[in-house]
C-alpha cells in the first residue's frame, strides 16, 4: 500500500462546479500535509498547507481529518484556469510524500 | 527572490553517457531536495539534505545515482552511466524546515536515448 493514496481522476467539471479531492495517509506520524498544483510541462506549485484542521483561501478549502487520516481539498464555483493536476503530500521529519496526483479539467 | 533554479531545462543524451543535473536552492533554505517524475510512477523522492549533509537516500534508485551538496547554493545529482529508463523530469525543491512548504525548481526534462 502507498503511503499517500490519491484517486488519479480525471475529474470532468463544468465550469462553476464544487469539486472535491480526497487523499489517505498510512503514517500516523505525519505532521504536515500540503496541496499542491501542477500545469502541463511545470512544477508543482504550493496550492495550501494544513498543518492543523483546515484552512481556506478564497474558493479553496483544505480539510484534515487525524483520526481517519485524511486530508481533502475542496474547489468552489471552479473556473477554467483551475485545469491541472492536484497532489497532496504528507510530512514527516522532512520527507514529504506525494500522492499520485488528481487531474482537473474544468470545461465550459 | 529568483525561487529554485536549476541547470539545464532540457538534456537530451545517449545511453551510457554522464549526466549532470544542477539546482541552487532559495537562500537560507536548509533543506533540499531532488525528485524524479514520470508518468507511471508520479513525484518520487530521490534524496534529501540538510545543512548540506545527506540525511535519507533511500529513494536513490541505484549505484549509478550520486547527489552531493558542496554548500548551502548548490547541488548537483550525477546519473553514470544513463539509460533510457532515466528519462524523465528530475525536479528540485528547497524549504525552510523539515515540515515546511517545499518550493520547487522549474525541473529538467531529461531523455536517453
Known amino acids: 500500500r502507498k503511503e499517500v493514496e490519491q484517486d488519479p481522476g480525471p475529474f470532468n467539471v463544468p465550469e462553476g462546479a464544487t469539486v472535491a479531492f480526497n487523499c489517505t495517509y498510512s503514517?500516523?506520524?505525519?505532521?504536515?500535509f500540503f496541496w499542491y498544483r501542477q500545469d502541463c510541462r511545470k512544477e508543482p506549485k504550493l496550492l495550501m498547507s494544513v498543518y492543523s484542521s483546515g484552512n481556506e483561501d478564497g474558493r479553496f478549502t483544505a480539510q484534515l481529518n487525524r483520526a481517519s487520516q485524511y486530508i481533502s481539498l475542496l474547489i468552489r464555483d471552479s473556473k477554467l484556469s483551475d485545469s491541472a493536476t492536484y497532489t497532496c503530500?504528507?510530512?514527516?521529519?522532512?520527507?514529504?510524500?506525494f500522492g499520485q496526483g488528481t487531474t482537473l479539467q474544468v470545461k465550459p | 527572490d529568483a525561487g529554485v533554479i536549476q541547470s539545464p531545462r532540457h538534456e537530451v543524451t545517449e545511453m551510457g553517457q554522464e549526466v549532470t543535473l544542477r539546482c541552487k536552492p532559495i537562500?537560507?533554505?536548509?533543506?533540499l531536495f531532488w525528485y524524479r517524475q514520470t508518468m507511471m510512477r508520479g513525484l518520487e523522492l530521490l534524496i534529501y539534505f540538510n545543512n548540506n549533509v545527506p540525511i535519507d537516500d533511500s529513494g536513490m534508485p541505484e549505484d549509478r545515482f550520486s547527489a552531493k551538496m558542496p554548500n548551502a547554493s548548490f547541488s548537483t545529482l550525477k546519473i553514470q552511466p544513463s539509460e533510457p529508463r532515466d528519462s524523465a523530469v528530475y525536479f528540485c525543491a528547497s524549504s525552510l524546515a523539515d515540515v515546511r512548504e517545499q518550493y520547487f525548481g522549474p525541473g529538467t526534462r531529461l531523455t536517453v536515448t
Open positions: 537562500s537560507g533554505h536548509d533543506y
Open positions: 503514517n500516523s506520524a505525519s505532521q504536515s
Open positions: 503530500g504528507s510530512s514527516n521529519t522532512g520527507k514529504l510524500i
